[in-house]
């Protein structure tokens, strides 16, 4: 299978045709998928640090990118990590590259990094199937979506204490990371419509990928049916978006980004810095010109490449709402986990943040979008205490 299968899948164009079954091919058994998550996330949020694992997770997919070069490889962000898969040639120069990052994240943040490398014959010899399809999200970047139970069953395999011998990657010198493109030089965001939801979704396994998928659909009819369309609920408007001057804001990106010593990393952060404040400044002189604003531009451009839903055997979303309109969507979710049709984990955001991957600046980007609090990290978190009352009530059964 050529290496640029990813490509060649056909697009989807609406977020509900996630859910069609047609719009999804089968991985080839000869990649490899990738899963990496931070160790201890939920404690490092707690201590106000979910900016740093935030520029972490994205990293692991920035390092990937910047070994695919010129071919395009599916993956999805998931906050505090990622999912990723390579074809053949891709394999061990992304495996070099992902532990070069678990190398800097330790060395940069203290951060564990947990990364695993899964080929996806294993995942088809234990019983699962990895499905992927192509999601546009502008003219310029798709997005994958994967289905079939295999990207869960690989993720199993990853963090579990025993099996996670067999396919975890120990994190080697921090200088081999190339994160070329990777920023964070935003202001954290108000949500255009009132406050940020961070929802997970996720079903029990179930015999057959049609009932899957028809709860999934389900579940976005009725996001749809509560907000309005997709540009009704989306979390970002280009108003209310602005790039940070606030030093503090930008470190972390130089801790990244910046080089081993501290000096070099307080050389990257003016930099930014300056280019922040230049900005600003040519907006200026371009009103004062009557010149429509290349600031405004961009940051509309940003908001059509901004990565707030997804899917890979797992429903993830960032929904800008009304408190009404979130208890709505809450009253219902309960009434489906309480029938035993999913489990769902949720948490409210005042404000949400951008982590970026950037490597031409009007064209191909991507941008991640999550709750600034902690976001997607503490859903999960209230996704797992409802998996335990759902196990607790099933094991009784």
């Known amino acids: 299978m050529t290496a640029d299968f990813f490509t060649q899948l056909p697009l989807i164009t609406r977020f509900r045709e996630i859910t069609d079954l047609n719009a999804y091919r089968p991985l080839p058994a000869d990649w490899t998928i990738f899963v990496s998550d931070v160790r201890g996330s939920t404690r490092a949020v707690a201590e106000g640090r979910y900016k740093e694992v935030n520029m972490v997770g994205a990293a692991t997919i920035t390092a990937a990118l910047n070994v695919a070069d010129e071919i395009e490889i599916p993956f999805v962000f998931g906050g505090d990590g990622a999912v990723l898969a390579v074809p053949p040639p891709l394999a061990e120069p992304t495996k070099q590259a992902l532990s070069a990052v678990s190398g800097l994240a330790r060395e940069a943040f203290n951060l564990e990094l947990r990364v695993g490398a899964v080929p996806v014959q294993t995942i088809l010899d234990g019983g699962y199937q990895v499905f992927v399809a192509r999601l546009a999200l502008n003219m310029q970047v798709a997005q994958a979506v994967f289905s079939g139970g295999g990207i869960r069953y690989a993720e199993q395999l990853v963090k579990d204490a025993v099996t996670g011998a067999d396919f975890n990657i120990a994190p080697t010198d921090p200088a081999a990371a190339n994160l070329s493109g990777l920023e964070c030089r935003w202001d954290t965001i108000q949500p255009a419509h009132g406050t940020a939801l961070c929802v997970i979704v996720q079903t029990p396994p ?179 205490q409802r998996q335990q009352q759902y196990t607790f009530v099933n094991s009784r059964e």
Request: proline share 3%.
């Open 206 to 384: 179930q015999p057959d990928p049609a009932i899957t998928m028809a709860i999934y659909r389900d579940v976005i009819d009725e996001i749809e049916q509560i907000y309005g369309g997709d540009q009704a609920y989306h979390p970002l408007h280009y108003d209310l978006m602005q790039i940070s001057t606030r030093p503090q804001a930008l470190w972390a990106e130089a801790r990244l980004r910046g080089g081993e010593s501290r000096l070099s990393q307080l050389a990257y952060l003016m930099q930014v810095y300056a280019l922040n404040l230049g900005v600003y400044g040519y907006r200026w002189l371009q009103q004062l010109r009557g010149e429509n604003p290349w600031w405004d531009q961009y940051r509309k451009h940003v908001v059509t490449a901004a990565d707030y839903r997804k899917y890979d055997d797992v429903l993830r979303m960032i929904i800008a709402g009304t408190d009404a309109q979130h208890e709505a969507l809450i009253t219902h979710l309960t009434a489906r986990f309480a029938a035993g049709e999913l489990i769902f984990g949720v948490h409210r955001s005042p404000e949400v943040m951008l982590t970026c991957l950037v490597f031409e600046r009007m064209e191909r980007q991507i941008h991640f979008v999550d709750g600034a609090d902690g976001g997607f990290t503490l859903a999960a978190q209230d996704l797992k």
